[in-house]
């Protein structure tokens, strides 16, 4: 219903614990966030794997009690998953389970292989063949037809012929693997549970469940668990560079998470106040878009020096469906989402912060949500730079006409949406609020903003149709 | 899952409107917050009433377009509705809607009738048969029993008859009658919509629809709205001190409503200056138990001169169920709802803000939440006074062995929920923050923190059980 | 889907067994054959009454064990209701459950009250208010306003003022009161169980949980049973006819129940051997219309001497919902539920019977369908005369235009159904069958065939309005 | 619910057909008498399938009309499925939809594969990995191994590579190729509608779209169907002998069907009256166990000049689940679907037939419940000889020990169900009625009643423990 960008994926694990399946549960509520379409969980009882998937929720798909007898054992994995348009069907759940020559294994996946159509292609052409249309199928298909005799082996000989964004974990009937890819796109750590080893995209799933927080799995770590302990390897010869997505900060990992070694919100925070040194404005008050432009929003009217205030409530009780009024010729969208407070803004300048602006669809109902409630100005201030480019590495970008920054300048933007000024944030900005809190050396990906893509995809045909060159 | 008390409904209502019904489900979309067991819709189409009433959310309980081409007519009546203990089942839905000897009639109640048991007993001894647990059954009954003609007499001499609280929403096959109460307990708000006339219960509906607000409906004043237009009455003769809610304010309006003629958030914000600079503190900074008590807390930081900050994060997946690990002596309650952030929190003086506190058991789980993510002192500070006394007017309060603060000193209850400091704002101070937005002279209803109730009640056993007295 | 009459009602009572409530659901699945849009119970545990009622099949109304825990007590009554048009929602379920002065009662009906208009009419005049639009209701009304003391005469007073057909069962929180109306339109006995007392609509519910069978209940017997055991009353002052329904024993009865003194299966089976001997035809074979004309199929083969076959198999997975082709011109209707078999009908003369024809609409279908399969004649034969008159007793019969036999002669409706020959049974040839049975002296109704109604009803208008004068 | 085999699958295929998904929903409606745990449909439009599946009956899965508007195309499969112990999950529901090399291609299967834990094996060792637990699954992975070029040689080179049962429809995007196994185990036939071609595995589901039966398939015959019409292939150079499985006609067929050139009703009845011939019986007349068990008491009654009496009445509205009482000693099993005709039994010499017996636990109940409802003697006849032998060919029967007749005498058998005589009919019984409705020659599969295999296993050890040798 708002206009962002969506994850694709979150991921959870657990080896050594009695109620695996339902910590993984558990994990999954604090990582629904990342995906909301469809989720699932496998667990191990040493012998066997057993599954439940399904299309939903967390709390929808996993309501009764005795589907967790169904799930024994002390190892599980879950996923929950945004699906992307036109594969939003059952067979595309996570976690993907198969059968091979040496038992079972099951995978969830966070990411993006920019090379599947090649690999899929190549694997097809041997006599393979494929069950669902996820990139995440072709993994286990190198694995199956790995030629090493190890597991540990045979995963990375397989991760060795994809390339792309992924953070894994996988479960067979006595192991759990954990692998980042050499690049770091995506986020994944560790924690530890009364003995228990857990892996999760962010560090509220820990939270919930009181796990202890260890550390970030590193860039191209592949971390095997099993009985005897947990083992770290390092499979990738090749040095890459460490370009984690810098899109995790700015919108979808949840505030309270530490990823990539820095908490969110603060940086999020900082994000905000960036923006007002930079791009100022002589106004009364400061409001955000909510919930996400929050801790941004704070930043910015701090460092300006101007009030904050809750200029527009959010409605908590917004179902998945809506019926909109026949004869109606106005739509509800973001009414039924947000609603402004005219004492508030009535006869104010007002600076409204969001994170991002995607089709510039919404904004420019929430600028008019806000000027009907009586502002006299209203200067928008974006988070993050324009979104001018797709993402292929795990996110679900629309195509490049849709994204608003792609085609219009800044000027026209503002005009679209009818602020009286509208600043992004820069790169630089962002770029200098992260070394703050983190290491000064690391890259970040910020291909969706600067076209500047860290690993190249073969498809030059197809990325052509996206419009990217 | 949180600790707060209940609103028990809500009300809407429309005459002279093509998509009348549909128009109630957004009303009702919008008043959701008041009640989420039950919902219902009684539609007319200058013939006939229908209804639709459900158990659930509205999303939920009007999920398909084809429920709306069973509800023709332009006029309609809606009813959001919280459960009380063992009365949470379809037959307790709202509106009501009975024949009776002049035709059809269906109302939709906000409020407590004080004298129910005794009117129904008095009915049932002439002979009439009560179909549910509601109080708002014996409005029904007397108005089917009324000896005047009209329908406007028969309803003015139902109410003569009833003690209490009451917002309510009549719909017959031609009419739409709002009623409030003489001490106007409860809200009710008139509103006009391309030539239609709205009633809700609060402002934030009219806002969704695109409704112009005109004026609250006055204590006592009865609104007759049909073809040739609208009327308004003042049937009650005897007169009674004008007594609206004041827990509205605090808890449970939206922020963005207007009731009682003055706009919700400001009054909030306003308790939380007057908090701090009653009980100030020498701390670090102030978070919020979100979301409610987010307008006190940034009221309170700013009148302190201390940074406001998001130190607890909401998740907001959370689902209507919830499967606890079986083995776990963990409760998650809480937990899942609510996340702090440590890196804001750890070695800090925390001042958190909260609206009230009925049972002790979540502001324990909070205070105890903070401390483990590093806070080094918390100080609660509360934005209403203790609430200790159970209310007669419609609102769902635990007996008052659960209220806390009925058994238990302000001292007692900083230990059992392990604050630092405790404080609340008192009566005077809520007032005193009243007067500053609108008319000096009204009094509130105060009656769940003083004790001192403005309609009594007949049934002293009964409150004596309540261990009133 | 098939071209029949519907019963209205099944009623089932229990008093006295430790597991009342879940032998009321055995017995309702029994009955179900009596209605299946709605049903419901009620059960007692000496103090209150609790109730569970919904929409569908008592297999998925009752899907859960934990319902039965929410029906405790040793009592219990239950309903299974065929809805007519525009009354088939919730509100309309029974049993009816209300609270009157006494305390409360519960009522599960089957049939019909004739003068139900006339008597909620001056209900409504004296200030009564109607939640339902069910003539039931007007009981229970009669009942809280009857002017005498006990229960027993209360509810004698309240039936002397009602006209029509009941088979009823009342439950109080300490009584179980079972009735049937001085005509005796609808059947109701009664059984003992492990020493409980046991009421219901056909035996087929007693053998399900293996009650004995002890007798009817006779026309005009009120049963009242509680702690002390049973007592029978016969309130009624005027000598009225007795006229049970002849009906149940040509459709709506099972065939394996004992009703009205009579088992059903061998009446229906000499319906057949009548009609043989007044219609004989010369032909290869009988088939049947399954399942209802089995029985009458099979006597009319024995007494004509032909074989019997099964001409035409039922699917017994025909589902609620069925999605015609789009651009179909074909109806599928009764071909989901029946096929002929072509070995057996080719080249054959061939003798179908039913029970009843309602609109002729199915039989049409039917006997293309037996000819399309290559039988060489097709002869109809009906075990009961032309349905030409609406039941007022509680059937739901279609409106006298609808009736075919209302105004075709016998000659047509073989034309309009394409039959060779067509033949139905005779009032006396129905009479004769069921004196070999049971009671020379008992006149049974045949109002649907005769138009001779034993009880006149009120309202000529509305009379006139279905056709029938 | 009743004590019987389980056919496992039936399958349905269109081509060229403007509704083509709609029309396997009404063959699948037909043919849902083979399966009754999932179900699904694949069509296609020419560019590419498109998939339905789900857990339950066809009306419950396909309930929405939507539904079809996302199976597009004039070509399309279906299957509907019985669901093994342990495999019933949404994974092995069929038609099985795959992408490979050369597009996609989905199939639907009836039968079993008795080498396909060696082919599954070999193919896990080459690489390929599984996703479902079905053995279908194999012939995929084979078809995208095969190293011929055409579609159509990579399916033969694939069958030749399995042995057992098997009816399978394959569709591609541009073609449906429907192929029996060159044993011709299970049925399949072929028939036309409006110029489309229909195959499905019994003619019943011709006769409701009223397509017109052509011929069956025959035993190692393929067909390929695409836009310039059908070719038929006979690939399988090995002779084997014809061995359509016998118990098709005893019992898993639907009566009005057409299957190996038979009609299945008069076969049945033909069952019976060998039966009476064989083993008389001085006897009052001859009922059946219902729906199953008619034709041939049917054959009996007339062959023994004894009447034929629905004596067991079945209830058609039990549901899929069912609350027993909590305290109750009695089972209600199979009382729930069948209720004595006490008129009927009372004091006569019953011959009761039925169709098979596997485990005895039913017989014996229903022995009883005749002998309760008054019976003198109950005389037992079975139209099959005694069930003493697993299927690997596509039934789905329980493990050795669990057939009665593997480890019991017929006098041990009759003594258990408490009947006073109990006869089977014998192989050469059910040959010589077979003879009299088509080819001579056709040997049948009766490896449950004789233990010869006409396909031998490679897994030895694994048929030990289903105890066989």
Do not use: W
Not at 210 to 229: L, Q, S, T
Not at 293 to 322: C, D, Q, S, W
């Amino acid at each position: 219903m708002f206009d962002k960008l969506h994850e694709e994926c979150g991921v959870f694990g657990i080896f050594g614990h009695p109620e695996a399946a339902n910590l993984t549960y558990l994990g999954l509520y604090a990582l629904q966030h990342r995906g909301q379409e469809s989720c699932g969980i496998v667990s191990s009882d040493g012998i066997q794997l057993k599954a439940h998937l399904g299309m939903g929720l967390v709390a929808d798909v996993f309501k009764h009690d005795d589907i967790f007898t169904k799930l024994p054992g002390s190892s599980a994995i879950g996923h929950v998953r945004y699906s992307t348009a036109g594969g939003n069907d059952m067979k595309n759940c996570q976690p993907i389970m198969v059968d091979y020559s040496r038992g079972s294994i099951a995978v969830a996946h966070n990411g993006n292989l920019v090379n599947a159509p090649e690999v899929r292609s190549a694997l097809e052409k041997s006599g393979s063949i494929f069950s669902t249309t996820a990139d995440t199928e072709t993994i286990v298909h190198l694995i199956a037809r790995a030629k090493s005799e190890s597991l540990v082996e045979r995963v990375c000989e397989s991760l060795q012929q994809v390339k792309g964004a992924y953070s894994l974990a996988f479960l067979t009937e006595t192991r759990l693997i954990a692998v980042r890819d050499p690049s770091g796109f995506r986020p994944l750590s560790l924690a530890k549970l009364d003995g228990a080893f857990v892996v999760a995209s962010e560090s509220c799933a820990f939270d919930l469940i009181e796990a202890e927080y260890i550390r970030e799995i590193e860039p191209g770590e592949m971390i095997v668990i099993d009985k005897k302990g947990m083992k770290s390897y390092f499979p990738f010869k090749e040095k890459v560079r460490n370009t984690p997505c810098i899109f995790e900060y700015i919108y979808f990992a949840r505030p309270d998470s530490r990823i990539f070694n820095r908490m969110v919100y603060p940086v999020r925070k900082e994000f905000g106040r960036q923006l007002a040194r930079k791009y100022p404005v002589d106004a009364d008050l400061v409001i955000a878009v909510p919930d996400s432009g929050m801790p941004a929003a704070m930043g910015f009217a701090e460092e300006a020096g101007l009030p904050f205030e809750l200029g527009l409530i959010r409605n908590h009780y917004v179902g998945r469906t809506f019926i909109e009024p026949q004869q109606s010729i106005r739509h509800f969208g973001v009414k039924l989402k947000l609603n402004p407070v005219r004492e508030i803004l009535e006869g104010k300048r007002v600076v409204v912060v969001d994170d991002s602006i995607v089709r510039g669809t919404t904004s420019r109902k929430i600028v008019k949500m806000i000027r009907n409630a009586g502002a006299k100005e209203v200067h928008v201030r974006i988070s993050s730079p324009p979104t001018s480019y797709p993402c292929f590495y795990g996110i679900d970008t629309p195509s490049r006409k849709e994204l608003i920054s792609a085609s219009h300048s800044i000027d026209e933007i503002a005009r679209y949406i009818t602020a009286d000024t509208l600043c992004y944030l820069d790169i630089a900005g962002l770029h200098a609020a992260l070394r703050q809190f983190g290491d000064h050396k690391v890259d970040f990906c910020d291909a969706c903003f600067s076209g500047e893509y860290p690993i190249r995809f073969p498809r030059l045909t197809d990325t052509n149709q996206l419009g990217l060159f």
